[in-house]
T-cell receptor
Framework: KAGVTQTPRYLIKTRGQQVTLSCSPI?????VSWYQQTPGQGLQFLFE???????NKGNFPGRFSGRQFSNSRSEMNVSTLELGDSALYLC????????????FGPGTRLTVT | GENVEQHPSTLSVQEGDSAVIKCTYS??????FPWYKQELGKRPQLIID?????GEKKDQRIAVTLNKTAKHFSLHITETQPEDSAVYFC????????????FGTGTSLTVIP
């Protein structure tokens, strides 16, 4: 099976712009979670989608949003970008969520200037 | 919500020695604890996990122990090799339905040949 894929791999944006990142889970996996990874804060949970519904949400402002499509592919959107949004954004998929193994994608490196 | 603390933040060992990384968690309802290895520039990879109904789990040179009463779990790597050098993250799954993982801040392990 193909692993989790993310596009694009690298992005450079300017403050105030918005960005959309995409994640394709492993075939058959229905749960997709998103994480922000920074050197200072480590891996922080953004949100989880399951069957096109947001099931869990981390402690991030409303500028961060996401959605999931019927084929389980997921997108996350960040509006009004700030310098502090520069990070590696990782998505992870699991079969059903809830105590199941998560598999990470390679990440999207976002740089905000 | 859950809070996961991880120690030490950096660890250097001689090749062949053992390495131990410890994590504590706060939510007694958490019941799934994975460990991830992240090499430089790569995605986190699941290396071992443990569920709350098990006290110890081994996989070749890697073992994880869990003490539910004390709310801490540890990763043990024996006979370390240079390719074990990486950042290791522990995580605990929150008690909400679905995948919501809380990660430790990571341990940078260096194995000196």
């Amino acid at each position: 099976k193909a692993g989790v894929t993310q596009t694009p791999r690298y992005l450079i944006k300017t403050r105030g712009q918005q960005v959309t990142l995409s994640c394709s889970p492993i075939s058959g996996h229905r749960s997709v979670s998103w994480y922000q990874q920074t050197p200072g804060q480590g891996l922080q949970f953004l949100f989880e989608y399951f069957s096109e519904t947001q099931r869990n949400k981390g402690n991030f402002p409303g500028r961060f949003s996401g959605r999931q499509f019927s084929n389980s592919r997921s997108e996350m959107n960040v509006s009004t970008l700030e310098l502090g949004d520069s990070a590696l954004y990782l998505c992870a998929s699991s079969l059903n969520g809830g105590g199941g193994e998560q598999y990470f994608g390679p990440g999207t490196r976002l740089t905000v200037t | 919500g859950e809070n996961v603390e991880q120690h030490p933040s950096t660890l250097s060992v001689q090749e062949g020695d053992s390495a131990v990384i410890k994590c504590t968690y706060s939510d007694s309802a958490s019941n799934y604890f994975p460990w991830y290895k992240q090499e430089l520039g790569k995605r986190p990879q699941l290396i071992i996990d443990i569920r709350s109904n098990v006290g110890e789990k081994k996989d070749q040179r890697i073992a994880v122990t869990l003490n539910k009463t004390a709310k801490h779990f540890s990763l043990h790597i024996t006979e370390t090799q240079p390719e074990d050098s990486a950042v290791y993250f522990c995580a605990a799954e929150g008690s909400n339905t679905g995948n919501q993982f809380y990660f430790g801040t990571g341990t940078s392990l260096t194995v000196i040949p």
